[in-house]
């Protein structure tokens, strides 16, 4: 992951929080290019809002269909995709996970982006399973979810003892009855998910593992401070050792 040349300087508490993913999404996307011998991947991103990532990874060539439950965010993500002058590669479609094969041709994607959903699905497993059931043969997965150990260190470095308490305790990983999140997630469990669906777990990263730690105005207000915190969470995304205080999880998967 190092071609990371750096903040973007529009966004940079975005770069923070996205640099890992699409480190880790745009080298799977460029193996994905040499495997199939064509510049031209059909891409689906469910729970896509906005575009976030839709509109990038359209930006590199690619067809994205983004499947939201949202017309708001439907809305947005035209608007976004016009503007970066993308529209003919992008489209929306309103849906969410649980019926996700019902709006989309099962098969017929050469990756899937399934960021921030698993939190909100009734059935976590389901959900893998049907954007599983979207992918073509060796086709890949880019998963994203809350990390369970993330919240714990939130919560105590927040002087919130007991919710850190109650978070390494309870078996969706929430804080009190005020979490807006209803679960997390630890790596294990991601990777087991993946797997049951079918698919290999080819990476884990830990997303976000300091940059919600650090007091805002260090990063804001100190030289260089935003470029090597980012260098940091680059550097400490693959090791192991974070994964279990990282805010989020990141599963790359391929169907062998």
Sequence with gaps: MSRQGGVDPMRPRASLRTAVVWEVLRDALERRVKAADTAVLDVLDTGGGTGNFAVPVARLGHRVTVVDPSPDALFALERRAAEAGVTER???????????????????????????????????????????????????????????????????????????????????????????????????????????????????????????LVPGVLVDTEPGALEALLRLELAAAEDPGFHAVATQLHVLAERD
């Design 90 to 212: 992008v489209s929306g479609v309103q849906g969410d996970a649980q019926g996700l094969l019902d709006v989309i041709t099962p098969g017929s994607y050469d990756m899937v982006l399934c960021h921030g959903v698993l939190e909100y699905v009734d059935d976590p497993a389901e959900g893998v399973r049907h954007v599983a059931g979207a992918l073509r043969p060796a086709g890949a997965l880019s998963l994203l979810a809350a990390g369970r150990g993330g919240a714990v260190l939130a919560r105590a470095l927040a002087g919130h003892f007991a919710e850190a308490q109650h978070a390494l305790g309870d078996p969706d990983g929430r804080w009190g009855a005020g979490d807006s999140l209803p679960r997390r997630f630890t790596a294990e469990e991601l990777t087991r998910l993946v797997e049951e669906a079918g698919l290999r777990a080819a990476s884990v990263h830990g997303v976000r593992v300091f940059a919600d």
